[in-house]
């Protein structure tokens, strides 16, 4: 069965980066595309971008545009979301989601941005 | 950006009780359009695709409709699991959008 696994919780400075990986399984990676897409505590679901493990083309939401970068590795079928100069306000629950549809969801990766 | 919003924001019912939901988005987005359903603690859960077609392993009571701008999600019979959040999400232009939610919540 399909399955997207995330790496664990992290805990960053204010300034700092953080590197979220999502690996599949139980299918041919290149098929499904990648988007991910963060929960803010108590909060709904923000769309962060969109990477094609086949192609590598990108889609960014301009509010994340130079802060993001979305990266695959189809030797190992993991893909990345790398986030830049971290605010508090990038607290958040980071999921990685596979399909056109968003058809399968990773477990999700707390991210506590904290001085 | 397509701004998405839903009503009502909180849907207080009983078990057994049908439940409507509704999104409608800022400009047409065609039929590029799912419902997602996300409990306390868990990932989103794809319900609907492309408007109306139910994802693999969704029961029937679940059912989607509309297109263009106005989108209907109805529980024809809410059981006690289908307590939750509700998402509507457009896929027909980028950037990708959500709405804001629908929390379903026992009465």
């Known amino acids: 069965q399909v399955q997207l696994v995330q790496s664990g919780p992290e805990v960053k400075k204010p300034g700092a980066s953080v590197k979220v990986s999502c690996k599949a399984s139980g299918y041919t990676f290149s098929t499904y595309d990648i988007s991910w897409v963060r929960q803010a505590p108590g909060q709904g679901l923000e769309w962060m971008g969109w990477i094609s493990p086949y192609k590598g083309n990108t889609n960014y939401a301009q509010k994340f545009q130079g802060r993001v970068t979305m990266t695959t590795d189809t030797s190992t079928s993991t893909a990345y979301m790398e986030l830049r100069s971290l605010t508090s306000d990038d607290t958040a629950v980071y999921y990685c989601?596979?399909?056109?549809?968003?058809?399968?969801w990773g477990q999700g990766t707390l991210v506590t941005v904290s001085s | 950006e397509i701004v998405l919003t839903q009503s009502p924001a909180t849907l207080s019912l009983s078990p057994g009780e049908r439940a409507t939901l509704s999104c409608r988005a800022s400009?047409?987005?065609?039929?590029?359009f799912a419902w997602f359903q996300q409990k306390p603690g868990q990932a989103p859960r794809l319900l609907i695709y492309?408007?109306?077609n139910r994802a693999t392993g969704i029961p029937a009571r679940f059912s989607g409709s509309g297109s263009g701008t106005d989108f209907t999600l109805t529980i024809s019979s809410l059981e006690p699991e289908d307590f939750a959040v509700y998402y509507c999400?457009?896929?027909?232009?980028?950037?990708?959008?959500f709405g804001q939610g629908t929390k379903v919540e026992i009465k």
């Open positions: 999400q457009q896929r027909s232009n980028w950037p990708r959008t």
């Open positions: 400009q047409s987005v065609g039929s590029y």
């Open positions: 492309d408007a109306s």
């Open positions: 989601a596979g399909g056109t549809n968003f058809d399968y």
